[in-house]
C-alpha cells in the first residue's frame, strides 16, 4: 500500500465510536492483536483519541472550566465571545461582531494534532451571512484585529473557514477552508479571501448543517494535514496535505469569528489536542525549537493568480 493511502486509511480513519466525545483519527473497532500484527509499531505514530495523548491544558472540552477563570486560567476570551454550557460562541448573527478565545498555555510539543469540533449557522441564506471562523498557532495571543476578529501580519499558522465570497470573480465554491503560514511579513487581503497568501485551500458544505461538524489539523515533522468530517458519516475526508511546513514550540493556540455587513453564529464546541508520538534524530531535538522562524520549503501560485506579489517569497 502506498504511503499516502497508508495515511489516509490508517491515520485519518473513523472516529473512536468507543470514546464518545474523544474523536479521534485512528482506526475504527478493530481486535486490538489483529490491529498489532498489521501495523507493528507505526501505532505508537497513531493519535487514537485515548486520554493518554490528550493534553488537557491545550484542550477546551465541556464543562468549560478554566475559562476566563482568574484562579487558574486555561482559556482566555475577548470581543463578543460569550460561554455558555453547551458551546463557546465567538460571535451571535448580528452586524460588526469580533470575538476570539485563547490558549492561556504556550505548546511546546514539536507534533501535535488539534480536533475541532464547531458550527457555523445562522439565518442568512445563499451569500448573505459571513464571514467565518479562523483558527491559529500564534506568537501572539488576544490580539484584535481584521482578520476573521484576530490581528494581521500574524507570526505562525492560521486556518481560515471562510463562508463568503469577497472576491466576485473567484472560482472557488464556499464555504472554503485554506491554510496560511506567516512570518509576520505578510498581510491577509479581505478582498482576494486570502487568494495571494493561501499555500493550500478546499471547498467544505460545513455551515449550517443539522448534524456535528468537525476539523482536524495535524502537524508532524513538517507535514502539515487538515481534514473535515462534515457529513455525519463518522470519518475524516482529506482537505489539505503540505510538506515542508517549519513552526516554532511555545505558540498559543486560538480561534477567532468576525462578522461585517453580514453575519453568522460562529461556536466553538470543542477543542482538543492529542500529543503524537513521533521519534525525532539527535540532530533534531538539539535544535531550538522555540527559535524557527515560521516558514513553507515551498509556495506555488495560488490557482488562477497571475502575478503574485514578491512579498510571498519572503516566507521561503
Known sequence: MAAEGWFCRW??????PGRPGLPGPGPGPTTPLLLFLLLGPVVADITDGNSEHLKREHSLIKPYQGVGSSSMPLWDFQGS??????????????????GSIWNHQPCFLKDWEMHVHFKVHGAGKKNLHGDGIALWYTRDRLVPGPVFGSKDNFHGLAIFLDTYPNDETTER?????????????LSYDHSKDGRWTELAGCTADFRNRDHDTFLAVRYSRGRLTVMTDLEDKNEWKNCIDITGVR?????????????GDLSDNHDIISMKLFQLMVEHTPDEENIDWTKIEPSVNFLKSPKGNIDVPTQCHTLL
Request: hydrophobic share 30%; with cysteine.
Open 11 to 16: 491515520g485519518w480513519g473513523r472516529r473512536c
Open 81 to 98: 465571545t460569550i460561554l455558555t454550557s453547551q458551546y463557546v460562541r465567538l460571535t451571535p448573527d448580528e452586524r460588526s461582531k469580533e
Open 173 to 185: 465554491v464556499f464555504p472554503y477552508i485554506s491554510v496560511m503560514v506567516n512570518n509576520g511579513s
Open 247 to 259: 513552526l516554532p514550540t511555545g505558540y498559543y493556540f486560538g480561534a477567532s469569528a468576525g462578522t
